[in-house]
């Protein structure tokens, strides 16, 4: 049994390791971007750090009684506006008093900024957390208690109204199924996996080329946040989020999953696509409106998920 329980409203994102987020929040609609898309990132010290909106009229991080050893359970408007569905959840988690500094910005060589060019920053950490793939987000709670608050203490706050205790028996029952298991997006297949390796990777080789001129670029392929490479420039720090498409053709043609498809809507968001890449390698590059002029977009698949 935990003894403090938390329930904390999130945007929705499949991922939360950098990818976009969805939700109501005028913010969110325009960019679809908020500082909670690294919830679930693990970072090198093999923690999690999140974050919450600010709260009352100081704009300060939720501020419970007690700091440490929480279950908290995130929840989100199911793809931003559907019902609060739960999304994953922290074990042995802390409330930090202010907002911090992501410890990314001290590790790596380089970590991108906000959309207005700040630094994303954390109010919780654990040593757990367990992220419910999209496929299976199908427990929801009512929004009738987060009307003015992003967070609910359900236990170990000093409240014990009954609808806290039927929650918390609910975050109980979640946690005890530990239903959570590696999400995977939908396979795409190509006549030769081998090729397309090859192509996948001398178009990755001709896009660094071609941003180190004026760049500074960090890969970013392993990270599932949407893009593939870092682009900071020399001289004025703009930052490009660069995803890097090939093919062995002079065509330009390409696939895109969802949430590189999602990710198109991010200001600094950038596509290079690489033609010939394993001969000229002729490099292109582009931005979301000059790919929606370009090109015609259709659906490639649907997954279908039992309701």
């Not at 009229?57 to 199911?78: G, I, M, T, Y």
């Not at 392929?221 to 660069?242: I, M, P, W």
Request: glycine content about 6%.
């Amino acid at each position: 049994m935990h003894k403090r329980i938390a329930f904390v409203k999130t945007g929705w994102s499949d991922h939360y390791e950098g990818g976009p987020v969805l939700g109501r929040h005028a913010h969110v609609q325009e960019y679809d971007e908020a500082h909670e898309r690294f919830n679930f990132l693990k970072n090198s010290d093999g923690r999690y750090y999140g974050y919450l909106p600010p709260i009352g009229k100081k704009e300060r991080p939720p501020q419970p009684k007690e700091k440490e050893n929480w279950l908290l359970v995130f929840v989100s408007a199911r793809n931003g506006s559907g019902p609060l569905t739960v999304v994953g959840w922290y074990e042995h988690a802390i409330f930090h008093e202010e907002y911090l500094e992501r410890p990314e910005y001290s590790e790596l060589e380089g970590f991108e900024l906000d959309v207005h060019g700040g630094e994303y920053g954390y109010c919780l950490s654990a040593d757990a957390a367990h992220l419910i793939p999209t496929s299976s987000r199908k427990e929801t709670v009512s929004g009738d208690h987060f009307k003015r608050t992003p967070v609910l203490y359900v236990r170990g706050n000093g409240k014990d109204d009954e609808w806290r205790n039927e929650l918390a028996e609910f975050a109980e029952s979640l946690v005890a199924k530990k239903k959570a298991v590696e999400s995977r997006p939908p396979k795409l297949s190509f006549p030769d996996p081998k090729k397309r390796k090859l192509v996948e990777e001398a178009a990755i080789k001709a896009a660094m080329k071609f941003l180190n001129k004026e760049h500074r670029v960090v890969d970013r392929q392993k990270h599932n946040c949407g893009y593939d490479l870092l682009a900071s420039h020399r001289k004025t720090s703009e930052e490009f989020h660069v995803e890097v498409k090939g093919t062995s053709g002079p065509e330009m043609h390409f696939y895109m999953t969802r949430n590189e498809f999602r990710y198109m809507s991010t200001p600094q968001w950038r596509l290079i696509m690489v033609c010939d890449a394993l001969g000229k390698a002729n490099v292109t590059l582009m931005t979301a409106a000059e790919v929606r002029k370009a090109f015609n977009m259709e659906s490639f698949a649907w997954e279908a998920v039992a309701k």
